[in-house]
């Protein structure tokens, strides 16, 4: 099933990638021995991550399963075993599935609310082309078009091929025969800045010429819509951008075949060759740019992503293969941004900057490398250099083949010996000719240790609650700790208390009690707090909590001015608590949001009150 990644869908032509969970719920260490893949298909599944690993007590790891079917289209089966030391599951095995139909060609539009955002701005001369097939010959649908105040516009009036600026009302040329339904059309226009001359060229000949107003402003561009408005029903493919005005012969000799995005000029490109044909291609909104190492990609809005129509497809308009041999072409992004080749400025938005960690202390970051050319990638080395080289280490590499389209994730982590600011280099090498050394900066603070020596945190579980213990062996500045809890050992962990810090040489003890552990599971965790505001998370500690009634507790009481709220029955989130006078007059409602949640008590008079729950529990309080 799709729900649980263990089928993997529909593939086009470039592998997919599914990532699994191996959790240990249990207290000591899962030590997996082996992970295989058999069975009839099983030459279509890779597993691309460590197949032997040790996995703490409370902690996960990840399996990742490339599927990359070769041959004839149709389904591939196959089974993975897990093998490990649980003893009653020492062969974790699952089936896992995916089927080959075929890569998408181009992209089909609704005409309803379907479009695709360029971040792209431009300015003076240009060339827009496209392969265009409409479904209706009424209207103003848009096939790329920008700032519908000061921008350009490439479009269909009432089935007529058009052009403009903002400035003429987007009425500069107009071809006067009308396109026909249904069929593919390449479609260009050119603007020459320099004596405003703008042309329109229909399946590589000249239809309309004509002086444009002088000018434009471009902040974006849009592929299928003007404006929000005016959307095309049809299919697109090959839209590419110039900053230069392309001839005739240039415009005909090319319009037949696929570009490699390295044409001079050229300022993007995007082919459309993407997901899969008719498919369910629900991940697949970006629209891959062709040229540069950061790419100018689109983002899709709107589009169903299921079937024959508002999805990608499998007919497009070039004919003849590419005009020329395709390229790879390598782009680095950190944190989601492009990282510049030869960047030699470190920042935390590109993942180039890791911030600061402590001497001997750790922290990872993920690079992205992205093939967005049309020929496949090869990484032959990611190697660090530099200075302080060795207070980095490649803890992942990306695979040696990423196909075109395709990403592949590597992990840098610095771990400094010595205090200081680090400085290195990344070094991607691969077959992309004009950037076979795609180098860029990195950074990182080391500082002093967290000054607390945890000797051990456990907890254990009683009755009605939970008691935690710790212990540390020395200590330093430290203001104190926080007590963390979570019901999965993963996610949505919450503070459930702190205790202030003895800052003893020789370090303390510590207690704790949770009084409403959830029924079930309960993982619980430090965060210790220095003085100046660094933290460090301790081990994870779980038990099972099997108390049999809902447990709600108030206090301190008698209260000065905050009491707190805890409870640990899930049906009492978001139910509203009463606080009443010893007269009965209700002088406060409380929405509970959570577990364990403060109430402002200091405007109440000094007396008696009451806490009423909706499970109809009342807790007295007294107000001093």
Same mark, same amino acid.
């Given at each position: 099933? &799709?729900?649980?990644?263990?089928? *993997?869908?529909?593939?086009?032509?470039?592998?997919?990638?599914?990532?699994?969970?191996?959790?240990?719920?249990?207290?000591? &260490?899962?030590?997996?021995?082996?992970?295989?893949?058999?069975?009839?298909?099983?030459?279509?599944?890779?597993?691309?991550?460590?197949?032997?690993?040790?996995?703490?007590?409370?902690?996960?790891?990840?399996?990742?399963?490339?599927?990359?079917?070769?041959?004839?289209?149709?389904?591939?089966?196959? #089974?993975?075993?897990?093998?490990?030391?649980?003893?009653?599951?020492?062969?974790?095995?699952?089936?896992?599935?995916?089927?080959?139909?075929?890569?998408?060609?181009?992209?089909?539009?609704?005409?309803?609310?379907?479009?695709?955002?360029?971040?792209?701005?431009?300015?003076? &001369?240009?060339?827009?082309?496209?392969?265009?097939?409409?479904?209706?010959?009424?209207?103003?649908?848009?096939?790329?078009?920008?700032?519908?105040?000061?921008?350009?516009?490439?479009?269909?009036?009432?089935?007529?091929?058009?052009?403009?600026?903002?400035?003429?009302?987007?009425?500069?040329?107009?071809?006067?025969?009308?396109?026909?339904?249904?069929?593919?059309?390449?479609?260009?226009?050119?603007?020459?800045?320099?004596?405003?001359?703008?042309?329109?060229?229909?399946?590589?000949?000249?239809?309309?010429?004509?002086?444009?107003?002088?000018?434009?402003?471009? #902040?974006?561009?849009?592929?299928?819509?003007?404006?929000?408005?005016?959307?095309?029903?049809?299919?697109?493919?090959?839209?590419?951008?110039?900053?230069?005005?392309?001839?005739?012969?240039?415009?005909?000799?090319?319009?037949?075949?696929?570009?490699?995005?390295?044409?001079?000029?050229?300022?993007?490109?995007?082919?459309?060759?993407?997901?899969?044909?008719?498919?369910?291609?629900?991940?697949?909104?970006?629209?891959?740019?062709?040229?540069?190492?950061?790419?100018?990609?689109?983002?899709?809005?709107? *589009?169903?992503?299921?079937?024959?129509?508002?999805?990608?497809?499998?007919?497009?308009?070039?004919?003849?293969?590419?005009?020329?041999?395709?390229?790879?072409?390598?782009?680095?992004?950190?944190?989601?941004?492009?990282?510049?080749?030869?960047?030699? #400025?470190?920042?935390?938005?590109?993942?180039?900057?890791?911030?600061?960690?402590?001497?001997?202390?750790?922290?990872?970051?993920?690079?992205?490398?992205?093939?967005?050319?049309?020929?496949?990638?090869?990484?032959?080395?990611?190697?660090?250099?530099?200075?302080?080289?060795?207070?980095?280490?490649?803890?992942?590499?990306?695979?040696?083949?990423?196909?075109?389209?395709?990403?592949?994730?590597?992990?840098?982590?610095?771990?400094?010996?010595?205090?200081?600011?680090?400085?290195?280099?990344?070094?991607?090498?691969?077959?992309?000719?004009?950037?076979?050394?795609?180098?860029?900066?990195?950074?990182?603070?080391?500082?002093?240790?967290?000054?607390?020596?945890?000797?051990?945190?456990?907890?254990?579980?009683?009755?009605?609650?939970?008691?935690?213990?710790?212990?540390?062996?020395?200590?330093?500045?430290?203001?104190?700790?926080?007590?963390?809890? &979570?019901?999965?050992?993963?996610?949505?962990?919450?503070?459930?208390?702190?205790?202030?810090?003895?800052?003893?040489?020789?370090?303390?003890?510590?207690?704790?009690?949770?009084?409403?552990?959830?029924?079930?599971?309960?993982?619980?965790?430090?965060?210790?707090?220095?003085?100046?505001?660094?933290?460090?998370?301790?081990?994870?500690?779980?038990?099972?909590?099997?108390?049999?009634?809902?447990?709600?507790?108030?206090?301190?009481?008698?209260?000065?001015?905050?009491?707190?709220?805890?409870?640990?029955?899930?049906?009492?989130?978001?139910?509203?608590?009463?606080?009443?006078?010893?007269?009965?007059?209700?002088?406060?409602?409380?929405?509970?949001?959570?577990?364990?949640?403060?109430?402002?008590?200091?405007?109440?008079?000094?007396?008696?009150?009451?806490?009423?729950?909706?499970?109809?529990?009342?807790?007295?309080?007294?107000?001093?």
């Amino acid at each position: 099933t &799709s729900a649980d990644h263990t089928d *993997f869908g529909n593939i086009g032509a470039n592998p997919i990638s599914r990532t699994f969970v191996i959790a240990n719920t249990g207290n000591t &260490s899962l030590t997996v021995s082996n992970i295989s893949i058999t069975g009839i298909d099983a030459a279509d599944f890779t597993i691309t991550s460590p197949t032997n690993l040790t996995v703490a007590a409370g902690a996960t790891a990840n399996l990742v399963i490339e599927f990359a079917p070769t041959g004839a289209q149709g389904t591939r089966n196959a #089974t993975v075993t897990i093998t490990n030391n649980d003893s009653d599951e020492a062969a974790f095995n699952f089936a896992i599935a995916g089927q080959l139909i075929g890569p998408g060609k181009a992209l089909a539009f609704d005409g309803i609310n379907d479009k695709v955002d360029l971040n792209l701005a431009f300015s003076g &001369s240009y060339t827009k082309e496209a392969w265009i097939k409409t479904n209706t010959l009424t209207g103003f649908p848009n096939i790329l078009s920008g700032d519908p105040g000061t921008g350009t516009a490439l479009f269909l009036n009432n089935g007529r091929l058009a052009a403009g600026h903002a400035a003429s009302g987007f009425t500069d040329v107009l071809d006067a025969t009308p396109l026909l339904s249904g069929v593919w059309y390449h479609v260009a226009v050119t603007y020459n800045a320099a004596n405003n001359e703008m042309n329109l060229y229909k399946d590589g000949v000249l239809v309309a010429s004509n002086t444009s107003a002088a000018g434009y402003t471009e #902040t974006l561009q849009q592929i299928g819509t003007f404006a929000g408005e005016n959307y095309f029903n049809g299919t697109i493919d090959e839209v590419r951008i110039w900053n230069i005005v392309r001839t005739p012969g240039e415009i005909f000799g090319s319009k037949n075949c696929e570009l490699n995005g390295s044409e001079t000029g050229l300022i993007a490109y995007y082919n459309f060759n993407q997901g899969v044909q008719g498919a369910n291609n629900s991940g697949v909104t970006t629209l891959n740019d062709l040229h540069g190492n950061c790419p100018l990609n689109g983002t899709l809005t709107g *589009f169903a992503l299921n079937g024959s129509t508002s999805n990608w497809v499998a007919d497009g308009g070039t004919l003849s293969g590419s005009c020329t041999a395709q390229v790879p072409n390598i782009s680095v992004a950190g944190n989601g941004q492009c990282v510049i080749i030869g960047d030699a #400025t470190p920042s935390t938005a590109d993942n180039t900057d890791f911030g600061m960690v402590a001497v001997n202390d750790s922290t990872d970051k993920v690079f992205v490398i992205t093939n967005n050319g049309g020929a496949t990638l090869s990484i032959s080395n990611i190697t660090i250099t530099g200075a302080d080289a060795s207070s980095f280490t490649l803890v992942s590499t990306a695979p040696a083949t990423i196909f075109p389209g395709e990403s592949k994730s590597f992990m840098v982590r610095f771990m400094p010996q010595t205090v200081g600011i680090k400085n290195a280099s990344i070094i991607v090498s691969s077959n992309d000719s004009d950037e076979s050394a795609y180098n860029f900066a990195i950074r990182g603070e080391a500082t002093n240790p967290t000054p607390v020596s945890l000797l051990y945190f456990r907890a254990k579980a009683g009755i009605d609650l939970v008691k935690l213990t710790w212990e540390t062996t020395a200590e330093l500045n430290n203001a104190g700790f926080e007590i963390q809890r &979570s019901s999965d050992g993963r996610n949505n962990w919450e503070r459930i208390g702190y205790v202030t810090g003895l800052n003893r040489v020789n370090g303390g003890k510590y207690f704790f009690d949770d009084p409403a552990p959830l029924k079930g599971l309960n993982a619980y965790r430090l965060l210790q707090l220095d003085i100046d505001g660094r933290g460090t998370f301790s081990a994870i500690d779980v038990v099972q909590f099997a108390g049999n009634k809902p447990i709600v507790q108030t206090y301190p009481n008698p209260v000065a001015e905050r009491l707190t709220i805890v409870f640990n029955d899930p049906t009492l989130l978001n139910t509203n608590v009463k606080i009443s006078s010893s007269t009965g007059v209700t002088v406060a409602t409380v929405r509970l949001t959570a577990y364990r949640q403060q109430v402002d008590m200091s405007s109440l008079s000094r007396g008696l009150y009451f806490i009423r729950f909706t499970d109809g529990s009342v807790q007295r309080v007294i107000k001093k």
